[in-house]
């Protein structure tokens, strides 16, 4: 099963708005509603931003919100912020237990 | 404090085999799945297997199926990934992840590193 897909980068100056697009298909995107999304800072492991959709754990600034229509989910990030550079992945559950990321968006603070 | 700490990374030749460890605490193992992911040198994230609370049940990738196997100790709060016939292409970092259900991953291990080369 290929990799959800991702735009490979996406920028924008700080307080600035951004949005990362994530697109599956109806065997995983669009037919459930679990995606989630993850914040990689270089040599870091993954941080979980967004489950369900459109849930934010706890300390997860509400700047980073998610949706999703159709196949296609998306993560927002709004007033962008220095510390929000970094890779963000999305990912979907698959069914049978499995599950499917996204290619991955660098995102650049300009 | 969750943590999850991954052991076993090796250099390993093809055809090899390894076996990596994850030691959880902070939480209450027996409630909840714990799963493998992997990322190779400048690549993305790829699922690779999971297992249940209980550990009755255990899930895989197309592409480790039949070569990983995935099991759990709930009387060591610890997870093993058994890993056979690696090839070149399973180099990468491997975390251990604390799955919430279908919707996510919520706590991360730093990783281990097995790269698979003549």
């Known amino acids: 099963q290929s990799a959800l897909t991702q735009i490979r980068s996406v920028s924008g100056s700080p307080g600035q708005s951004v949005t990362i697009s994530c697109t599956g298909s109806?065997?995983?995107?669009?037919?459930?509603?679990?995606v989630s999304w993850y914040q990689q800072h270089p040599s870091e492991a993954p941080k979980l931003i967004i489950f369900d959709v459109n849930m934010r754990p706890s300390g997860v600034p509400d700047r980073f919100s998610g949706s999703k229509s159709g196949n296609t989910a998306s993560l927002t990030i709004s007033g962008l912020q220095a510390e929000d550079e970094a890779d963000y992945f999305c990912c979907s559950y698959a069914g049978s237990y499995t599950h499917i990321f996204g290619s991955g968006t660098k995102v650049t603070v300009l | 404090e969750v943590r999850l700490v991954e052991s076993g990374g090796d250099l390993v030749q093809p055809g090899g085999s390894v076996r990596l460890s994850c030691a959880a605490s902070?939480?209450?193992?027996?409630?909840?799945?714990i799963n493998w992911v992997r990322q190779g040198p400048g690549k993305g994230l790829e699922w690779v297997s999971g297992?249940?609370?209980?550990?009755?049940?255990?899930y895989y990738a197309d592409s480790v199926k039949g070569r990983f196997a995935i099991s759990r100790d709930n009387s060591e709060n610890t997870v093993y990934l058994q890993m056979n016939s690696l090839r070149a292409e399973d180099t990468a970092v491997y975390y251990c992840v604390k799955r919430i259900g279908p919707g996510g991953f919520d706590y991360w291990g730093q990783g281990t590193l097995v790269a698979v080369s003549s």
């Open positions: 109806s065997s995983d995107v669009g037919l459930y509603d679990y």
């Open positions: 902070g939480f209450t193992f027996t409630h909840y799945a």
């Open positions: 297992v249940s609370s209980s550990g009755t049940g255990t």
